[in-house]
């Protein structure tokens, strides 16, 4: 299996909140992705970065922000955790642009009450 | 923007033949991909078409890619009930020169012994 950790891997938080869930890879990929899975909508992207400090915004980013200090850690921040941020995220990590080799993390499933 | 769509279930015998369809509407697909979600766990890749193709086989799996249609479609030989999962599509092009794909929402298969 890559080598790709999500952590943690279940989370419960109060709205407003502010929750970092952080993604670690060991493979030196050079691109990483964060996705949030709801029923019905399948999967969509929320921000991904193509090296160190550079990322972009994906279709749903609004309430999120990023953060890629080194290659390995790809962090995902909720400033102020809403209802609607209840999902599982998943990491994505990609040598390469394209997903042909494309290897997903085990999930983080987070609840905000 | 893109569009991939998929029915949300399937449910088949074991031992008969599984076909997943998929639709999508971005006429500058470069990659269609199929990839597969066990419960609880992320997306792993089962296979992956380039758009001039139109017949990718591996092992059980058998993947027809009509252009003209916009058609594209996953077959499953002599299913089994470890098949049981959601299955998603996903296509992407070269928008920026990303290759990010969209992804549809899944279909449930549901293998009966």
């Known amino acids: 299996d890559a080598g790709i950790t999500q952590s943690p891997r279940h989370k419960v938080t109060e709205t407003g909140t502010p929750v970092t869930l952080r993604c670690h890879q060991t493979?030196?990929?050079?691109?990483m992705y964060w996705y949030r899975q709801d029923p019905g909508h399948g999967l969509r992207l929320i921000h991904y970065s193509y090296g160190v400090k550079d990322t972009d915004k994906g279709e749903v980013s609004d309430g999120y922000s990023v953060s890629r200090s080194k290659t390995e850690d790809f962090l995902l921040t909720l400033e102020s955790a809403t209802s609607s941020q209840t999902s599982v995220y998943f990491c994505?990590?990609?040598?390469?642009?394209?997903?042909?080799?494309?290897?997903f993390g085990q999930g983080t499933r987070l609840t905000v009450v | 923007g893109e569009d991939v769509e998929q029915s949300l279930f399937l449910s088949v015998r074991e031992g008969d033949s599984s076909v997943i369809n998929c639709t999508y509407t971005?006429?500058?697909?470069?990659?269609l991909y199929w990839y597969k979600q066990e419960p609880g766990a992320g997306l792993q890749l089962l296979t992956y078409i380039f758009s001039n193709m139109d017949m990718k086989q591996d092992q059980r799996l058998t993947v027809l890619l009509n252009k003209k249609d916009k058609h594209l479609s996953l077959r499953i030989a002599d299913t089994q009930t470890g098949d049981s999962a959601i299955y998603f599509c996903a296509e992407s092009e070269a928008s920026g020169g990303s290759y990010i794909p969209t992804f549809g929402r899944g279909t449930s298969l549901i293998v009966h012994p």
């Open positions: 994505a990590i990609t040598p390469g642009v394209g997903f042909t080799e494309a290897f």
């Open positions: 971005d006429s500058s697909s470069t990659y």
């Open positions: 493979e030196n990929h050079r691109y």
